[in-house]
């Protein structure tokens, strides 16, 4: 069993639909959570960068911890076909220097 | 301020062949970060430098190697390359590896071996 379950996807909505991806996770040293945002040909670009449970809220993005079920979340609202990527979720665990990573979703936005 | 710089962009090798990828890191960052990304794996964990020194080490073969200068430049080298080598490798960087800090990528050096 992969440390990291990322919802795998593919996920296409019309535009302005709100978004939820989800990964779950097994490792209980996982402290700080981030997702990355990848387009086609590109690197990863930081999203949203959290530690603690409940919400945190960016603009459009809002990215959701729950410690206690192991399970993370980001919602995209009023999506735009520019919001068109894969999605990663990332972790880093308070034992080394290292992130470990869902597999991705890939997301279209119809317009 | 400009970002994680990756050279070179793209790369095509055949079998038995070895190669260096660079990664210049975000200026101020001393973190250095590798990892490979492929369809079937995802990304994966090569490496991390902080200081010149290699503070992690994820789980492939001693094919892999890296080293970090003391500017924090980086490079990467694969030797012998086999057909499953292929994959996009990207660097990330951060201040100092410290789990309150995000990592930043760049666009990645996209491997082809032949």
């Known amino acids: 069993q992969k440390e990291v379950e990322q919802d795998p996807g593919p996920l296409s909505v019309p535009e302005g639909a709100i978004v939820s991806l989800n990964c779950t996770y097994s490792?209980?040293?996982?402290?700080?959570f981030m997702w990355y945002r990848q387009y086609s040909r590109k690197g990863p670009e930081l999203l949203m960068y959290t530690y603690s449970s409940g919400n945190k809220e960016d603009g459009r993005f809002t990215a959701q911890v729950d410690k206690s079920s192991k399970y993370i979340s980001l919602f995209i609202r009023d999506s735009q076909p520019s919001d068109s990527a894969t999605y990663l979720c990332?972790?880093?665990?308070?034992?080394?220097?290292?992130?470990?990573f869902g597999a991705g979703t890939t997301v279209t936005v119809r317009a | 301020k400009a970002g994680v710089t990756q050279t070179p962009r793209y790369l095509i090798k055949t079998r038995g062949q070895q190669v260096t990828l660079s990664c210049s890191p975000i200026?101020?960052?001393?973190?250095v970060s590798w990892y490979q990304q492929t369809p079937g794996q995802g990304l994966q964990f090569l490496f991390e430098y902080f200081s010149e020194t290699q503070r992690n080490k994820g789980n492939f073969p001693g094919r892999f190697s890296g080293r970090q200068f003391s500017n924090s430049r980086s490079e990467m080298n694969v030797s012998t390359l086999e057909l499953g080598d292929s994959a996009l490798y990207l660097c990330?960087?951060?201040?100092?590896?410290?789990?309150?800090?995000?990592?930043?990528f760049g666009d990645g050096t996209r491997l082809s071996i032949l």
């Open positions: 990332a972790m880093w665990s308070s034992n080394d220097y290292k992130l470990s």
């Open positions: 490792n209980s040293a996982f402290q700080y």
């Open positions: 200026s101020g960052h001393r973190s």
């Open positions: 990330a960087s951060s201040l100092d590896g410290q789990r309150n800090q995000p990592q930043h």
